[in-house]
Every structure is written in C-alpha cells, then in structure tokens.
C-alpha cells in the first residue's frame, strides 16, 4: 500500500542513549516533515526537508538531527535521549503546493518512551 | 502569535445530533485550508481540504466544510454523528509563509454519547 512507513513503531530508551527513526514514503513527494506530539501541546514541527539533501529546522529542533540522503527517506535522530523527548513522533509528506494533491500523508506515528 | 485557533479543546455530542468544529486562522490572503483526523493511536488522515473555488467543500465519512473569507473561518461540519465519529479533529493552514509549510490548531477532541 502507497503511504508512509515508520521505524521503529515503539521504543523504550535510557537518558543519553541515542537512536534513529526511519521515515520511507513511495509516493515520490517532494517534502517530508518531522512532528512530535504531547498532550495538550498539539503538533509541533521538529524538522522539515523540501527536498532531496536539504533540511531546515522547525518550531522545536534542540536535541534532534535530520538527513535526507535519499528522496523517499527522512531520518531523525535523537544523539543523547532526554525524558522530555519522551513523545508520539509522526513523519509526513507531501506533494508541493503546486499540485492538486497538496497536502500532508502521515505515517501511524513511533511512540518513544525515554527513562 | 497563534496562527491557527481551534476555540473548543473538547465537544461532546449525542449520536445522531449535528456537529460543527471551529477554525479560524490569522492571515491576510486565502490560504490553503485543511481538516484532518485523528483515531487513538493512529496517524493523521486528510478529511478535506480547500484550494480554490466553491466555498462549501466535501470531504470523506460525510464531513464537509465552508470557507468564509470575511470571518477568517474554515468549520467542520456533519450533519449526523456517528459514534465512530469519535476522534481528535485537526485544523491546518498553509499561509504560503514558508514552502511547504501547514501550521495545526490544537485540536478538537470529538466524544459521542450513544
């Protein structure tokens, strides 16, 4: 099935740990977004790429890293776990704002829990 | 500054009644306009959205939602609810500020009462 695909889907770390989550889309959109949500706080933007081998910060980038080596891939990385990292993380992309079928795919979300 | 304002953190409806979620955006131009929603413990899933054109649009599961330029408004709309309605309601905008860019309200979360 075309859509987004995150790994891992949960994830239990220790303060100062590191890891990556994997985002993949095969709908060949040119943007590709990192979320993290927490109650009450809504989504907010980590990290966001227009396209292949580009990166550009969001609302709340401290702590995370991005790549976008390959198209269809956007990595984020958290280098020393922290608990206030501890959130559900959504990747998304989209077409761009020119096509018709603007507007974000989400995948189903990689819940990270940091002791 | 909030962009987007969703005013109502949480409604709860009787199955059957109608239902309208408010949106509203600061912005001087039309932006691209957006509704999407949220199962528990699921992602987020495109209910509809506005361009251009018709002000009233139509989404999927029976939603549909009218722009009005003069209150800055995109409402949620159903006219019957169905308790599989029940969910978290997003409202996002594209201000045209940065490429690619939605901005989301905080959400509105749905209960229904059988």
């Known amino acids: 099935n075309a859509g987004v695909t995150q790994t891992p889907k949960f994830r239990v770390l220790k303060t100062g740990q590191s890891m990556t989550l994997l985002c993949a889309q095969d709908?060949?959109?040119?943007?590709m977004y990192w979320y993290r949500q927490d109650p009450g706080m809504g989504l907010r933007l980590i990290h966001y790429s227009v396209g292949e081998g580009t990166t550009a910060k969001g609302e709340v980038p401290d702590g995370y890293n991005v790549s976008r080596l390959k198209k269809q891939n956007f990595l984020l990385g958290l280098e020393s776990a922290a608990p206030s990292q501890t959130s559900v993380y959504f990747c998304?992309?989209?077409?761009?704002?020119?096509?018709?079928?603007?507007?974000?795919?989400f995948g189903s979300g990689t819940r990270l829990t940091v002791v | 500054a909030q962009s987007v304002t969703q005013p109502d953190i949480h409604i709860t409806v009787s199955e059957g009644a109608s239902l309208e979620l408010r949106c509203n955006y600061s912005?001087?131009?039309?932006?691209?306009l957006f509704w999407y929603v949220q199962s528990p413990g699921q992602g987020l899933q495109l209910l509809l959205k506005y361009f251009s054109g018709d002000t009233l649009v139509q989404g999927i599961k029976g939603f549909e939602a009218e722009f009005k330029r003069s209150q800055s408004s995109f409402n949620l709309r159903k006219p019957s609810v169905h308790w599989s309605d029940a969910a978290e309601y997003f409202c996002?905008?594209?201000?045209?500020?940065?490429?690619?860019?939605?901005?989301f309200g905080r959400g509105t979360q749905l209960t229904v009462w059988p």
């Open positions: 996002a905008v594209d201000l045209g500020s940065t490429l690619g860019r939605l901005y």
């Open positions: 709908m060949n959109h040119e943007y």
């Open positions: 912005y001087g131009a039309t932006p691209y």
């Open positions: 998304a992309s989209s077409p761009t704002r020119q096509q018709a079928n603007y507007g974000y795919t």
